[in-house]
């Protein structure tokens, strides 16, 4: 009898969602990053892409 698979959820979504929330950012487009990090935060479970929607809020006051 062999061992059980063993399956880990690993979320690579939020990692390329904070790089194009990042890229957005760098060219200045920040309008774009605040609606794009709030459409994802409404589509994604995890709770540092609502930190990012949340701070992106504050700073930019929109």
Known sequence: MGMPAIHIKTDHGTGRIEKRVKD????????????FADKAASMVKSG???KIAYRLHEKSGK
């Not at 950012?25 to 605040?34: F, N, Q």
Request: hydrophobic letters at 40%; charged letters at 40%; proline letters at 0%.
């Open 48 to 50: 540092r892409v609502r």
């Open 24 to 35: 957005y950012l760098i060219d200045g487009k920040v309008s774009d990053a605040v609606r």
